[in-house]
């Protein structure tokens, strides 16, 4: 399985999330898993790439923006959210952008 995802011819959607973590696991490992098992079952999800050193970069690709939305307003994801400002990330950024070009 390759680690770049396989998407389709643009237009589509990326949503960006980097983050510097705390020390420590602290159950995030289980749930960076059940998230992505989760979004993979959502409406509109194109596929996903990940890395981490200082900085973790994951990047979500999307159909369009109310699948995003959608995504954003799960349940499950809306307590992995809490869970990670409560305990995870010392610090993180979400960014949405439109792929119109990739080669």
């Known amino acids: 399985m390759s680690l770049i995802a396989n ?3 643009p237009p589509y959607y990326a949503v960006i999330f980097t983050s510097e973590r705390h020390e420590g696991d602290h159950g995030y490992a289980a749930m960076a898993e059940r998230m992505l ?10 596929g ?3 890395a981490r050193s200082d900085v973790g970069v994951t990047v979500s690709y ?6 995003i939305k959608c995504w954003k307003a799960n349940a499950e994801h809306l307590e992995a959210q ?11 950024k979400t960014r949405i952008a439109k ?3 990739d080669y």
């Open 7 to 9: 998407t389709p011819a």
């Open 82 to 92: 809490r869970l990670g400002k409560e305990r995870w990330y010392s610090a993180f």
């Open 62 to 67: 999307w159909a369009d923006l109310e699948s």
């Open 48 to 50: 996903v790439e990940s």
């Open 37 to 46: 098992a989760l979004a993979a079952q959502q409406p509109g999800f194109l």
């Open 99 to 101: 792929v119109e070009r």
